[in-house]
């Protein structure tokens, strides 16, 4: 399994673009990057998947460069519901690979 | 995507209690996992629960503190078992749709937060 690596912690305004990388140096061929939120006292809720290049989705856009090893989650114009911690996780979408959460960017939006 | 529903949503328990979870699902799925999440802390796997076979553990987590029950595709219960104080946490349970693509997307149940005094 693939390692990532974000940043612990974040802080941005409303309004603003923000941009959350993960690295991920060892990610394998057939591997999907995948982002989760997590508001305090719920589940983690899946946000957007993605292989290559870019994939937007009502909720946000992923950028992942041609060599893969990072990506970036990007929140359009956050608000102060966008608190929340986010993890990127890396792995093969079929059914045996287990799934495995790092310690995940907790994201604070100030107004 | 799946709807989960985790019972009981929180407990206070009482030291060397076991205390069972139970987790449905509105539709029929073959990979369930359970994961632990402590106070700030990240989630962490306890095992997988696939219909039919017995659960698959993860280092740091024995079947006899956490048995784990699956008897179909919709249901499963963890038990948290003899507990003590570092057992208080949320537990989380979650499934994947199994199909490729996306098989690896997670849907999760809102959490069961045990208390253990």
């Known amino acids: 399994l693939a390692k990532t690596t974000q940043p612990i912690s974040m802080d941005s305004y409303e309004g603003q673009e923000v941009n959350i990388t993960c690295s991920h140096n060892n990610i394998a061929t057939n591997d999907y990057i995948t982002w989760y939120q997590q508001f305090p006292s719920q589940g983690p809720r899946f946000i957007i998947q993605?292989?290559?290049t870019k994939v937007t989705n009502e909720v946000a856009s992923l950028f992942i460069p041609a060599d893969r090893k990072s990506s970036t989650l990007s929140l359009p114009r956050v608000s102060l519901s966008d608190t929340a911690v986010y993890y990127c996780?890396?792995?093969?979408?079929?059914?045996?690979?287990?799934?495995?959460f790092g310690k995940g960017t907790r994201l604070h939006i100030l107004p | 995507s799946a709807v989960i529903s985790q019972k009981p949503s929180r407990d206070i328990c009482q030291r060397g209690t076991s205390l069972t979870i139970q987790c449905q699902v509105d539709?029929?799925?073959?990979?369930m996992f359970w994961y632990r999440q402590q106070p700030g802390q990240s989630l962490t796997l306890i095992a997988t629960?696939?219909?039919?076979?017995?659960?698959?553990?993860e280092s740091g987590f024995v079947i006899d503190k956490f048995p784990i029950s699956r008897p179909n595709l919709t249901f499963s219960t963890l038990t948290v078992s003899n507990m003590s104080p570092e057992d208080s946490s949320i537990y989380l349970c979650?499934?994947?749709?199994?199909?490729?693509?996306?098989?690896?997307?997670?849907?999760f149940g809102a959490g069961s937060r045990l208390t253990v005094l």
């Open positions: 539709s029929q799925v073959t990979m």
């Open positions: 996780l890396v792995g093969a979408p079929n059914r045996d690979d287990k799934i495995i």
């Open positions: 629960a696939n219909q039919g076979s017995e659960a698959t553990y």
């Open positions: 993605g292989y290559k």
């Open positions: 979650s499934v994947a749709p199994g199909h490729d693509p996306g098989a690896n997307v997670l849907t």
